[in-house]
């Protein structure tokens, strides 16, 4: 099985920075793609951002030249540079990995809050 363990979460005003962090643990080589998502209160989770083991990366059209996703395999983490946020950023950010091989598996971490005030 695959831990996944988040930070970096926290209060920030409108047009602040934050530095999400995703720290994977057990059996790391069984990760594919790895995500961003988030959930704000009342609204249906959707993806943030995501990328391949090789590098490939994929945004939300509301986050695209804001935030960036990047992964250090050495590290087995995650990282979501989150700039220019926008109140409307605020959510709960999960992250989350896909088994290589059972692509139906997915693996969530505990969730992260990030919130941004006007």
């Known amino acids: 099985q695959v831990q996944l363990v988040e930070s970096g979460g926290g209060l920030v005003q409108a047009g602040g920075s934050l530095r999400l962090s995703c720290a994977a643990s057990?059996?790391?080589?069984?990760?594919?793609?790895m995500d961003w998502f988030r959930q704000a209160a009342g609204k249906q989770r959707e993806l943030v951002a995501g990328?391949?083991?090789?590098?490939?990366?994929n945004y939300a059209d509301s986050v695209k030249g804001r935030f960036a996703i990047s992964r250090d395999h050495a590290k087995n983490t995650m990282y979501l540079q989150m700039n220019s946020l926008e109140p409307e950023d605020t959510a709960i950010y999960y992250c989350?990995?896909?088994?290589?091989?059972?692509?139906?598996?997915?693996?969530w971490g505990q969730g992260t809050q990030v919130t941004v005030s006007s």
């Open positions: 989350s990995a896909e088994h290589s091989r059972y692509l139906g598996v997915r693996y």
């Open positions: 057990g059996s790391i080589f069984s990760i594919g793609v």
């Open positions: 990328i391949t083991s090789g590098g490939s990366t």
